[in-house]
C-alpha cells in the first residue's frame, strides 16, 4: 500500500515572498509522483509531475518540484507567489503498475495575503 | 473539446434513494476514474476503467456501482444512498497511464 502525507493543512504567506508545500509519501514500490491544483468551486488541474529523469521539475503558472527519493519527499516550491495562487494544493502518486489510480494527500491551502 | 463534464451540480437526497451521476469525455481517452472529496482527506479512489467493458474498484468502492459500455461515459450508481456518502464528487479521465488526468467540475452530493 502507498500512502501521501501533506505536512501542512493551512501556509498563510504575504504576496512576493517565497513558499515550499510539503509532501511526504510511502512506498514499497517506484512511484511516479503529482502535484494537482483546485481553485474554489472548480476541478483538479496538473501542475507538475514526475515520471522519471531528472529530479527537478518545472510545471505550470512558475512552480517547480524536486524529488527526493532518499527522503522519499515530493516539495512544490515558488520563489515568489502572487494573490491568484490562492487555492487548494494536492500531492498524488501512482505506484509503477497501477496506471492511472492516484492516490492524493489531505491537501493544503495556501493563502496569499497582500 | 468541452473536456470532462459532470452532470447534476449539485443533488440533495434521503437516505436510501437511488441516483446516477453522469460522467462523459469527449477527448477519446481510455482511462477514468472516479474520485470523492471529503475535507482534510484529499481525494479518494471509488472506481476506474482502463477502457470501455473494463471496470474495477478503487480505495472506497462500497456503496457504488459503474459501467463502462462506452468509451465516453462512466456514470456512477449509488444503489442506496447514505449519509457517508455525503461528499463532492469528481470525474476523471486520462489518455494513458500516468499522463495527467482530466477533471470535471464535480458534483455536490447531499444525503440526509
Known amino acids: 500500500a502507498q500512502s501521501v502525507t501533506q505536512l501542512d493543512s493551512q501556509v498563510p504567506v504575504f504576496e512576493e515572498a517565497p513558499v515550499e508545500l510539503r509532501c511526504n509519501y510511502s512506498s514499497s514500490v517506484s512511484v511516479y509522483l503529482f502535484w494537482y491544483v483546485q481553485y474554489p468551486n472548480q476541478g483538479l488541474q496538473l501542475l507538475l509531475k514526475?515520471?522519471?529523469?531528472?529530479?527537478l521539475v518545472k510545471g505550470i503558472n512558475g512552480f517547480e518540484a524536486e524529488f527526493n527519493k532518499s527522503q522519499t519527499s515530493f516539495h512544490l516550491r515558488k520563489p515568489s507567489v502572487h494573490i491568484s495562487d490562492t487555492a487548494e494544493y494536492f500531492c498524488?502518486?501512482?505506484?509503477?503498475?497501477?496506471?492511472?489510480?492516484?492516490?492524493f494527500g489531505g491537501g493544503t491551502r495556501l493563502m496569499v495575503k497582500p | 473539446n468541452a473536456g470532462v463534464t459532470q452532470t447534476p451540480k449539485f443533488q440533495v437526497l434521503k437516505t436510501g434513494q437511488s441516483m446516477t451521476l453522469q460522467c462523459a469525455q469527449d477527448m477519446n481517452h481510455e482511462y477514468m476514474s472516479w474520485y470523492r472529496q471529503d475535507p482534510g482527506m484529499g481525494l479518494r479512489l471509488i472506481h476506474y476503467s482502463v477502457g470501455a467493458g473494463i471496470t474495477d474498484q478503487g480505495e472506497v468502492p462500497n456503496g457504488y456501482n459503474v459501467s463502462r459500455s462506452t468509451t465516453e461515459d462512466f456514470p456512477l450508481r449509488l444503489l442506496s444512498a447514505a449519509p457517508s456518502q455525503t461528499s463532492v464528487y469528481f470525474c476523471a479521465s486520462a489518455g494513458q497511464a500516468y499522463n495527467e488526468q482530466f477533471f470535471g467540475p464535480g458534483t455536490r452530493l447531499t444525503v440526509l
Open positions: 498524488a502518486v501512482t505506484r509503477g503498475n497501477a496506471g492511472n489510480m492516484l492516490t
Open positions: 514526475y515520471l522519471s529523469g531528472s529530479t
